[in-house]
């Protein structure tokens, strides 16, 4: 069964350093997604995009964030300088709308820890 | 999105059935119900989901109520495996909108 995978699992960094974490949408999928989870807490949307483009984004989702399809199969979440409160589970989530149902399948989410 | 409310927690002995209510009161006449799961900081997994007929697929069943008001998801033989945070979510079907989740019930299946 396909299913989105995501790179790393955990990721360690120091405050202050840019980081990028993968993910590999289901691969007839249009729709992509990031959402977080502060350990404790909801799991957050953050930010979708559809041809190429940002659909929605949420307010957590400032100007320290961006999203990239930098080729046919990875899309990408940039955090250019993270902070403390950057530690979180990452998720990335895809679906098939508007071709079908827009259920939307998650990965396994990277471990974010900002040191 | 339509607000639900889900119980904080739930126990369930292993092989019995499990019974996770929802309400939804404020549900407008085009939302969706959809259940979602989560296993200790994975990835949230998607179960079932459905508009006012009752539906069934291999992990569950999902009964609506008639005024759909409320629902209920049953596992049907609830193993260790199932133990859980499940996420009651309504939302119009088709919009691609980001899933908003909240606290959820977290189910314990005791062996």
């Known amino acids: 069964e396909p299913e989105v995978t995501q790179t790393p699992s955990h990721q360690v960094t120091q405050m202050g350093q840019e980081v990028i974490l993968r993910c590999v949408p289901i691969s007839n999928h249009l729709y992509f997604y990031w959402y977080r989870q502060i350990l404790g807490q909801k799991v957050e949307f953050l930010v979708s995009f559809y041809n190429n483009e940002i659909s929605e984004k949420s307010e957590i989702f400032d100007d320290q964030f961006s999203v990239e399809r930098p080729d046919g199969s990875n899309f990408t979440l940039k955090i250019r300088s993270t902070k403390l409160e950057d530690s979180a589970m990452y998720f990335c989530?895809?679906?098939?709308?508007?071709?079908?149902?827009?259920?939307?399948?998650f990965g396994p989410g990277t471990r974010l820890t900002v040191l | 999105d339509a607000k639900t409310t889900q119980p904080t927690s739930m126990d369930c002995a292993e092989g019995r059935a499990a019974n996770l209510p929802c309400n939804h009161s404020t549900i407008s006449g085009n939302e969706y119900v959809y259940w979602y799961r989560q296993i200790h900081s994975q990835g949230p997994q998607y179960i079932i989901h459905g508009l006012k007929n009752n539906e069934t697929n291999e992990m569950a069943s999902l009964i609506i109520t008639e005024d759909r008001k409320s629902s209920t998801l049953i596992l049907p033989h609830a193993t260790l495996r199932d133990t859980a945070v499940y996420y009651c979510?309504?939302?119009?079907?088709?919009?691609?909108?980001?899933?908003?989740f909240g606290s959820g019930t977290q189910l314990t299946v005791l062996p």
């Open positions: 979510i309504v939302r119009v079907p088709g919009s691609a909108r980001q899933l908003t």
């Open positions: 989530a895809s679906t098939e709308w508007p071709q079908s149902t827009d259920t939307q399948y």
